[in-house]
Nanobody, 116 residues
Framework: QVQVVESGGGLVQAGGSLRLSCVVSGDTFSINAIGWYRQAPGKRRELVAGIDSGGSTKYVDSVKGRFTISRDNAKNTVYLHMVSLKPEDTAVYYC??????????WGKGTLVTVSS
């Protein structure tokens, strides 16, 4: 089994920054990729950034140049560093881990609120 726990959300003013953390524990040897998703009120959940076991990263266009995903394998932690935050970045951010076999695990989410 795999457990996924996010932290680091909060209230920040537009232009500010936050760093989200995602700790993945348990049978982590089977995890191939980890991603950050977000869901704003009334909107569909979207992939914000992802990183695979080889370190390759991907981002949704709206956050390119502002968000950075990284991983610390020794701490089993994936980070999402967010700068130049905008009110439209307000959402619940979820960490998602996926096994090579396709099994998925979700955290409970952490709320990011960006005030204008």
């Amino acid at each position: 089994q795999v457990q996924v726990v996010e932290s680091g959300g909060g209230l920040v003013q537009a232009g500010g920054s936050l760093r989200l953390s995602c700790v993945v524990s348990g049978d982590t040897f089977s995890i191939n990729a980890i991603g950050w998703y977000r869901q704003a009120p009334g909107k569909r959940r979207e992939l914000v950034a992802g990183i695979d076991s080889g370190g390759s990263t991907k981002y949704v266009d709206s956050v390119k140049g502002r968000f950075t995903i990284s991983r610390d394998n020794a701490k089993n932690t994936v980070y999402l560093h967010m700068v130049s935050l905008k009110p439209e970045d307000t959402a619940v951010y979820y960490c998602h881990a996926e096994e090579i076999a396709g099994v998925e695990y979700w955290g409970k989410g952490t709320l990011v609120t960006v005030s204008s």
